[in-house]
């Protein structure tokens, strides 16, 4: 069975840090872009961040651009989430996401989405 | 960054109606313009990929459609389990997007 668990929330303090990790199985963590999508209380769903298969490449939304970072050990199918000088507002459930690549012959391109997500772990921020 | 916002914000519908659902992107996206459905505490499911693709597994009472800058989620006939929150999301830019949700609540 293709499987996330997210694993590393907890209650943290404003200003602190946490790193969460992500542990695939049914499926070769090395051959997928990764992605991190959370969602606050209370609000919709945000993209949170992007890697290449073999890690040469991320990218952040620009609420977390430069305090989170992301990395993957391919050969432990785990992918990971570094979050550092936490807010109140990065209180959300952080969801572990797989993208898929869909080939859409009649234009002859590749289309991407997000098929697999793990369960979430809740990361609150409060003092 | 792309923008992406979903109108209505919410919907009333009955068991059986028709409902759609409209995202509107800030700037042309082709089709690359994904939708998802998202269950009170639990994780997102992709419903619909390119547009107007339906994932596997799917029902066929969900349809897409669109492309540029306006794009729409179709329920055909809404039954029990529909009445949750529906998300559009683009992946044309390096920062992939959401839109703020869609929630479709029992009249």
């Known amino acids: 069975e293709v499987q996330l668990v997210e694993s590393g929330g907890g209650l943290i303090q404003p200003g602190g840090s946490l790193r969460l990790s992500c542990a695939a199985s049914?499926?070769?963590?090395?051959?997928?872009?990764m992605h991190w999508v959370r969602k606050a209380p209370g609000k919709g769903l945000m993209w949170v961040s992007r890697?290449?298969?073999?890690?040469?490449?991320?990218r952040f939304a620009d609420a977390v651009e430069g305090r989170f970072s992301m990395s993957r050990d391919n050969a432990k199918n785990t992918l990971y989430l570094q979050m550092n000088s936490l807010r109140a507002e990065d209180t959300a459930v952080y969801y572990c996401?797989?993208?898929?690549?869909?080939?859409?012959?009649?234009?002859?391109?590749?289309?991407?989405?997000?098929?697999?997500w793990g369960q979430g772990t809740t990361v609150t921020v409060s003092s | 960054d792309i923008q992406l916002t979903q109108s209505p914000s919410s919907v009333s519908a009955s068991v059986g109606d028709r409902v759609t659902i409209a995202c509107r992107a800030s700037?042309?996206?082709?089709?690359?313009l994904n939708w998802y459905q998202q269950e009170p505490g639990k994780a997102p499911k992709l419903l619909i990929y390119?547009?107007?693709n339906l994932q596997s597994g799917v029902p066929s009472r969900f349809s897409g459609s669109g492309s540029g800058t306006e794009f729409t989620l179709t329920i055909s006939s809404l039954q029990p389990e529909d009445f949750v929150t529906y998300y559009c999301?683009?992946?044309?830019?390096?920062?992939?997007?959401f839109g703020q949700g869609t929630k479709v609540e029992i009249k």
């Open positions: 996401v797989r993208e898929a690549d869909f080939w859409d012959g009649y234009s002859s391109k590749n289309y991407y989405g997000l098929d697999v």
């Open positions: 890697m290449k298969d073999d890690g040469s490449f991320t």
């Open positions: 049914g499926f070769t963590l090395r051959s997928h872009w």
């Open positions: 999301q683009q992946s044309y830019s390096s920062q992939w997007t």
């Open positions: 700037e042309s996206i082709s089709r690359f």
């Open positions: 390119a547009a107007s």
